[in-house]
Nanobody
């Protein structure tokens, strides 16, 4: 049975850093995404990574470019989201997703984690 377990969320001051981790059990995947959902808003893509014969492809939404980095450790079946220079507008529940059926920027992933709260205070 496939399970995605996120960790690393918490409360941090603006300008601080957090690293989210997502451990996948049961299978290995070629694509992962990190999404976030703030109260009253839709769930949106933050970053994604896919690996194929041609190499590694990453995506970042504009608001996090230069601040967030997605990476994966295949040996540990884990994907990370390093978040630096956090801003109050980054406050949301962050979700890990695996195995995109369509574009890695869309919500067409087969598997989702339970979410981890990130709160950035001003």
């Amino acid at each position: 049975q496939v399970q995605l377990v996120e960790s690393g969320g918490g409360l941090v001051q603006a300008g601080g850093s957090l690293r989210l981790s997502c451990v996948a059990s049961g299978r290995t995947f070629s694509s992962y995404g990190w999404f976030r959902q703030a109260p009253g808003q839709e769930r949106d893509i933050v970053a994604a990574v896919s690996t194929s014969w041609s190499g590694v492809n990453t995506y970042y939404t504009d608001s996090v470019k230069g601040r967030f980095t997605i990476s994966r450790d295949s040996a540990k079946n884990t994907v990370y989201l390093q978040m630096n220079n956090l801003k109050p507008e980054d406050t949301a529940v962050y979700y890990c997703a695996a195995n995109a059926r369509g574009a890695i920027t869309t919500m067409t992933y087969d598997f989702w984690g339970q979410g981890t709260q990130v709160t950035v205070s001003s």
